[in-house]
Nanobody, 115 residues
């Protein structure tokens, strides 16, 4: 059974930092790209960042230069370091992977940027 469990969300002031983690079951992590997406109220879910199995990264335009995605293959975990946070970064953040045309999502973790 595939499981993705996010953690690390919370309330932070503008300009602050948070680090999100996504722990994946071993069978789905190895050799798969891992991604972070987010969805704000009333908006569509959007790409935040993706890291391939080989470490190649892609970022959404709104987070380039502020967020960093990384993975620890030994711990089956993908991270999202978020710096210089803005109120518009407020959203539920989801971890995603896929295999054989099937997408797997975590339950999401809330990030709120507010003073």
């Amino acid at each position: 059974q595939v499981q993705l469990v996010e953690s690390g969300g919370g309330l932070v002031q503008p300009g602050g930092s948070l680090r999100l983690s996504c722990a994946a079951s071993g069978s789905i992590f190895s050799g798969n790209a891992m991604g972070w997406y987010r969805q704000a109220p009333g908006k569509q879910r959007e790409l935040v960042a993706i890291v391939s199995s080989g470490g190649t990264t892609i970022y959404g335009d709104s987070v380039k230069g502020r967020f960093t995605i990384s993975r620890d293959n030994a711990k089956n975990t993908v991270f999202l370091q978020m710096n210089s946070l803005k109120p518009e970064d407020t959203a539920v953040y989801y971890c995603k992977t896929g295999r054989g045309g099937v997408a797997y999502w975590g339950q999401g973790t809330q990030v709120t940027v507010s003073s």
